[in-house]
């Protein structure tokens, strides 16, 4: 008891540690020498204190101080410090972009390098992160900047959410746009990437995608070193940059200025044409040269507009320029190169996943479908040929040759998704890392093959996902992560095995984010607890009416479809039960006995209780409990053998 008490808490104590998502935060930096060091302290101690795991990227906007030489610097002294040179200026949200794109957090969040935004509210982003809201802003309580600042902020902000309707889609508690400390799950970066045009405003551009929104409150202080590098002709110049790259307003109200001339102009000369003939004429030439300019003007505006439109959609579609160029990285490591041994739904699912991921997938490697097995499952194989990623179906994986084949992409790690064969030591020994197995229980249970169906024909009541490790004993390496999986009384080995894979494929992101930060943890198995079972055939779904109710219902809803299925034999020929429930009665015949039939169901006597058979196939055709009793003339009372 005790022993079990502590791998418990050991289990939870790992379980724990991987769910700890990593936070990257992005800095743009430009001429910011002075505070570089000490941006750094603030973020480490916030973070360091509350146990996070976090990257900080920085990223030189073109500096023309020390700044750049110092992430150098910080990036050697820290590894959670990462550093991006950008060729020259592109402005604050072009430099976050680029931070963007080159972070690996699970949360993202964006700060100025000026401190005036106190780290010490990082915590309290990550947690809101964490509790399920997509964007989490700060509402700064007093701005410190001066009057002219404010108010232009206040209208450019203002004006943007009409332009761009954000204030249709946004969610009433975003207020502060101005504010740069804001935190973002993964989905939103990767949103503002795809999505962002050439000039970016990162805060607009994240409340148009939508999602969960949420705001806190911060102390915004006064700027204690250098200067402010974001004047007014800057903000205005990102105005006018934003309005012209997310809206195309600006030509439709030139467009339509155009057309309130043109009616201005042609109103002017009825005035002129009237006055005329009721009052006589007046000095020639000067109101009909106005009434012509403004009729022109408005016809030429107009023109203007529309051709302006065009070329604005034209240049939306076309602009390939890039929004900035990276010159120098410091502090980043070399993405792990990544082998995959697949195959079934859990196979089809993890790669899935590692491909949303990103990850450097070198090759996989699956089997060929048995053409005698019922391949219900998503194709491993067809989804690396989608990514284009080497695809390997060896017939043996302990040949030579396919050792050097595998050696020769130099995977760092090799992952296993449900893939039926055993690895050799030559192959385990390949990859840098070592190599990793998903395996469907929580070991040391429920080791070999089919884990899933055995534990429902055993009437488990939990079963899980554990990675480990591999080593040459099957199913016996130390164990990294495992996830506990309840099994509900109506699951059958379908909807758990889909159980299994949404959950390994969740699991994985763990996996691989302690791969790449080097933290993963691991604990040597209990051999006193391990059990194993070998592999399933279809010969193995006989029931026994001898048995109580309560097997015979697992062994159904184990074996049902897409399975072989549970079977007894009946005058020669093989009845497969599909679908059937346990029912509760106090017949004394021989189990086995016929004891009711219905249109819905036969009622069969067992070794305990009663169990209802509502689905049935014989000689491949599926028959409804009314068909079954005709097709084989059954009548109450019948024996189904015992």
């Given at each position: ?28 930096v430009?001429?910011e ?17 509350k146990?996070?795991s ?30 991006l ?23 993202v969040?964006t700060?100025?390098a000026?401190m005036?935004d ?16 997509d ?11 001066n009057f ?19 204030g ?6 975003f ?53 402010s590098?974001?004047?007014?002709s800057?903000?205005?110049?990102l105005?006018f ?34 006055r ?41 579609e ?12 410091s502090?980043?490591?070399k993405g ?15 790669l899935?996943?590692?491909i ?34 080497p ?12 050792i ?14 449900y ?6 030591e030559e ?7 070592g ?8 070991l ?6 089919a884990?899933v ?17 591999m080593?040459?004993?099957v199913d016996?390496?130390?164990i ?15 909807s ?60 159904v ?7 072989p299925?549970a079977f ?8 497969i ?32 209780g009663?169990?209802r058979?509502?689905?049935v196939?014989?000689?491949g ?22």
């Amino acid at each position: 008891m005790t022993l079990l008490w502590f791998n418990d808490i050991v289990n939870q104590i790992i379980e724990i540690t991987q769910m700890n998502k990593m936070i990257s935060i992005v800095v743009p930096v430009f001429n910011e020498e002075d505070s570089l060091e000490g941006l750094l302290k603030a973020i480490k101690d916030s973070l360091d204190k509350k146990s996070i795991s976090f990257e900080v990227i920085f990223v030189d906007d073109g500096s023309s101080d020390r700044s750049w030489s110092i992430i150098e610097t910080l990036s050697r002294r820290f590894e959670e410090v990462r550093g991006l040179k950008l060729s020259r200026n592109v402005g604050q949200h072009n430099a976050i972009i680029a931070g963007f794109e080159n972070s690996i957090g699970t949360y993202v969040v964006t700060i100025d390098a000026d401190m005036q935004d106190n780290p010490d509210v990082l915590p309290r982003i990550y947690e809101k992160l964490k509790s399920g809201f997509d964007i989490v802003g700060c509402r700064r309580k007093v701005r410190r900047d001066n009057f002219l600042r404010r108010f232009l902020s206040f209208v450019m902000h203002y004006t943007i959410r009409h332009f761009t309707k954000l204030g249709r889609v946004s969610t009433r508690e975003f207020t502060d746009f101005g504010c740069m400390l804001r935190g973002y799950r993964r989905w939103v970066v990767e949103k503002v990437i795809e999505l962002g045009g050439k000039s970016v405003y990162i805060p607009t551009f994240a409340a148009l995608i939508g999602g969960d929104f949420c705001e806190i409150e911060i102390e915004h202080v006064t700027r204690v070193k250098g200067k402010s590098k974001y004047g007014i002709s800057r903000l205005l110049s990102l105005y006018f940059d934003m309005i012209t790259d997310i809206s195309l307003l600006p030509v439709q109200v030139i467009s339509l200025l155009g057309i309130l001339l043109s009616f201005a102009g042609f109103a002017l000369g009825v005035i002129i044409f009237l006055r005329r003939i009721f009052i006589g004429p007046e000095v020639e030439g000067v109101f009909t040269l106005f009434a012509f300019l403004f009729v022109f003007t408005g016809v030429l505006l107009i023109s203007v507009g529309l051709i302006g439109e065009y070329v604005g959609r034209i240049y939306k579609e076309v602009n390939k320029k890039p929004r900035f160029i990276v010159t120098e990285k410091s502090g980043f490591r070399k993405g792990l190169r990544i082998g995959v041994f697949a195959y079934s739904e859990v196979g089809y699912s993890c790669l899935e996943q590692l491909i949303r991921m990103g990850e450097d997938i070198v090759f996989v490697v699956t089997h060929r479908d048995n053409k005698n097995e019922n391949i219900w499952f998503r194709s491993v194989g067809e989804l690396a040929h989608k990514f284009n990623i080497p695809l390997l179906k060896p017939e043996s994986i302990k040949e030579g040759k396919f050792i050097d084949v595998i050696s020769s992409f130099k995977p760092d790690i090799i992952l296993s998704f449900y893939f039926r064969k055993i690895f050799s030591e030559e192959l385990v020994s390949i990859p840098s890392l070592g190599c990793i197995n998903l395996h469907g229980s929580l070991l040391p249970t429920y080791r070999g093959r089919a884990p899933v169906n055995w534990a429902i024909i055993n009437g488990g009541k939990e079963t899980g996902v554990t990675f480990h490790y591999m080593t040459q004993k099957v199913d016996a390496g130390p164990i990294i992560v495992q996830k506990r999986i309840k099994i509900e009384n109506d699951d059958t080995g379908l909807s758990l095995t889909k159980k299994i894979a949404s959950c390994g494929a969740k699991l994985l992101e763990d996996v691989v984010e302690g791969l790449n930060e080097q933290n993963l943890r691991s604990t040597l198995q209990d051999e006193t607890k391990a059990t194993y079972f070998g592999k399933r055939t279809p010969s193995m779904g006989e029931i026994d009416w001898q048995w109580d109710n309560e097997k015979i219902y697992n062994y159904v809803r184990a074996l049902t479809s897409p399975f072989p299925g549970a079977f007894f034999v009946l005058e020669d020929k093989k009845c497969i039960i599909w679908r059937g429930e346990k029912k509760e009665c106090g017949n004394r015949e021989p189990p086995g006995t016929i004891v009711g039939i219905s249109r819905d169901s036969v009622i069969v006597k067992t070794g305990s209780g009663c169990f209802r058979i509502t689905e049935v196939e014989i000689d491949g055709e599926r028959l409804t409990p009314e068909g079954f009793v005709k097709h084989l003339k059954l009548k109450k009372g019948n024996s189904l053998g015992g």
